[in-house]
């Protein structure tokens, strides 16, 4: 499983803990998982290749390294990666966002996508963002349709990841996962346990 990495971040976990309590209002709920999405991506975006770049400072005019942000594509998975998007945009503020929604049926488990919306995908490096893995059934579905635009990596970054979950994604030698949390118990309707509980109704109070 060497392409799923649990960051081991202590404001992280404090921020997850946070998520865990049932009576965390969604404002905050959202909040916590836009914090959530900025410390994956610092650490899945740790070793990038930078480029320089020339800037006149105060002082002087120099070099400097810099990302070329607009070669970054977020793809929040609807409903539940929309907060996950809103903090990663606050980093990376030129990265290009395309949008895939995915649902869940509650009784089957099977993901329908429902819309998609991608840029160019080619030559770009996209970063998915889908707060919970449970069956991975989403995700898989997700990560398909990308891989079908031959962008140049794929990260994808989750707060929760079941243990089948995180055993479906090991299989994804080509995507790197950036995880808060993996190993967690799914129960008989699919749900993760302990987990956060439906990411999406609680990030919109539905
Ligand atoms: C949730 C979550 C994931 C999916 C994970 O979305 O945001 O996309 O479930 O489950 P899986 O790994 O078993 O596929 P959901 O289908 O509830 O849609 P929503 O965000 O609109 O509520
Ligand atoms: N989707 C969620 O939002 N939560 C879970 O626990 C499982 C799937």
Redesign the pocket.
């Known amino acids: 499983m060497d392409n799923i990495i649990v960051v081991n971040n202590s404001i992280l976990l404090n921020s997850l803990t946070k998520l865990r309590d049932k009576n965390l209002k969604s404002s905050q709920f959202r909040k916590e998982v836009s914090n959530i999405a900025k410390i994956l991506l610092f650490e899945a975006l740790r070793n990038e290749e930078t480029e320089m770049r020339r800037i006149q400072t105060p002082f002087v005019e120099s070099d400097f390294p810099s990302l070329n942000e607009d070669e970054y594509v977020l793809v929040p ?5 929309l907060p996950m998007m809103e903090g990663c945009l606050e980093i990376l503020e030129d990265a290009k966002v395309g949008f895939l929604a ?3 049926d509650e009784t089957t ?1 099977e ?1 329908k996508v429902y819309y998609e919306r991608l840029p160019h995908l080619e030559e770009k490096t996209v970063i998915i963002l ?10 898989t579905k997700a990560i398909g349709i990308i891989e079908s635009h031959n962008p140049k990596k794929i990260i994808s970054l989750n707060i929760v990841v079941s243990k089948v ?1 995180a055993e479906k994604l090991s299989k994804f030698k080509n995507v790197k996962f950036y995880v808060g949390s993996a190993g967690e118990d799914l129960n008989d309707k ?1 749900y993760i346990v302990p987990g956060i509980g ?4 609680r990030c919109f109070n539905t």
């Open positions: 998975i609807l409903r539940a990666g995915i649902k869940r488990l993901s889908d707060p919970m893995v449970a069956t991975a059934g989403s995700i979950g699919g439906d990411a999406g109704d």
